[in-house]
């Protein structure tokens, strides 16, 4: 049977508790649960230049309508933000060896936050030591040539924020770095993004939550039109083709 292009409700960059500037609430069951009951078909899991707790949401996920794109939201040497989303772990893993190798410091949980490694049983594994809030020693090229070469899909995050974006940074998307997306923030949204940035129309935008709370989650949605949640098919939403598009 031929499979029919429909419409996913998206959900692209949400945090676990791993991330240090995360809800302790924010853990494996709990985010499904919530993703779910808020009609969510698709959502990213991207924490802070860490992939611990992947794994875990994406068995969590097991038996529920919610698909899970394993991903990470990088840090760059220019402290602009990337969120990065594969097809499966073991590529999410090859790029999570690049920033481990480029990521220093150690955490100080009294000032920056808990980094809970959580299982899908509620189960806390453990805790990552890493600076997780900090930068990698990687250019925002470098970043997204390696999400390319792992086969991922690398999207500017919440380039409308002042702090942590691509524009807040450098102050403009530079054209030789290939993004496939801009992400735009829930609070302002797709339409007034496209009026706020007319020379950035070549690019596709989505919206998502960046939800660190779980009230959050599903409060940035981006609708998008393809035959199955698959990073394939995602590609060709974002460029797209074949009938696949995002909705705006």
């Known amino acids: 049977?031929?499979?029919?292009?429909?419409?996913?409700?998206?959900?692209?960059?949400?945090?676990?508790c791993l991330s240090p500037c995360a809800d302790l609430d924010m853990y494996p069951s709990a985010l499904v649960e919530s993703a779910a009951a808020k009609g969510l078909?698709?959502?990213?899991?991207?924490d802070h230049n860490?992939?611990?707790n992947v794994r875990y949401v994406i068995e969590a996920s097991r038996g529920k309508?919610?698909?899970?794109?394993?991903?990470?939201?990088?840090?760059?040497?220019?402290?602009?933000h990337?969120?990065?989303?594969?097809?499966?772990?073991d590529k999410?893993?090859?790029?999570?060896?690049?920033?481990?190798?480029?990521?220093?410091?150690?955490?100080?949980?009294?000032?920056?936050?808990?980094?809970?490694?959580?299982?899908?049983?509620?189960?806390?594994?453990?805790?990552?030591?890493?600076?997780?809030?900090?930068?990698?020693?990687?250019?925002?090229?470098?970043?997204?040539?390696?999400?390319h070469a792992a086969g991922g899909i690398a999207i500017a995050a919440h380039i409308d924020r002042e702090s942590f974006s691509v524009l807040g940074q450098l102050g403009f998307i530079p054209?030789?770095?290939?993004?496939?997306?801009?992400?735009?923030?829930?609070?302002?949204?797709l339409g007034e993004a496209r009026k706020r940035y007319p020379d950035l129309g070549g690019y596709p935008f989505i919206e998502s939550s960046d939800a660190h709370?779980?009230?959050?989650?599903?409060?940035?949605?981006?609708?998008?039109?393809?035959?199955?949640?698959s990073l394939s098919e995602l590609k060709m939403a974002l460029e797209g083709r074949e009938g696949r598009y995002v909705k705006e």
């Open 213 to 229: 709370f779980i009230r959050d989650i599903g409060e940035g949605v981006t609708r998008i039109c393809m035959k199955e949640p």
């Open 82 to 89: 990337v969120i990065a989303l594969f097809e499966n772990i």
């Open 50 to 52: 860490a992939s611990e």
């Open 41 to 46: 078909d698709v959502i990213g899991i991207c």
């Open 175 to 189: 054209p030789d770095i290939r993004f496939d997306a801009l992400e735009i923030s829930r609070r302002m949204g």
């Open 92 to 147: 999410l893993l090859k790029v999570q060896e690049v920033v481990y190798a480029a990521l220093s410091g150690s955490n100080r949980e009294e000032i920056f936050g808990c980094q809970a490694v959580v299982n899908a049983s509620d189960e806390v594994e453990g805790f990552n030591d890493r600076l997780l809030i900090g930068s990698a020693d990687l250019s925002l090229r470098e970043i997204v040539e390696a999400v």
């Open 65 to 80: 309508p919610v698909h899970v794109f394993p991903g990470m939201e990088i840090s760059s040497r220019e402290e602009a």
């Open 1 to 16: 049977m031929v499979k029919k292009v429909k419409e996913f409700r998206c959900d692209l960059h949400v945090h676990t």
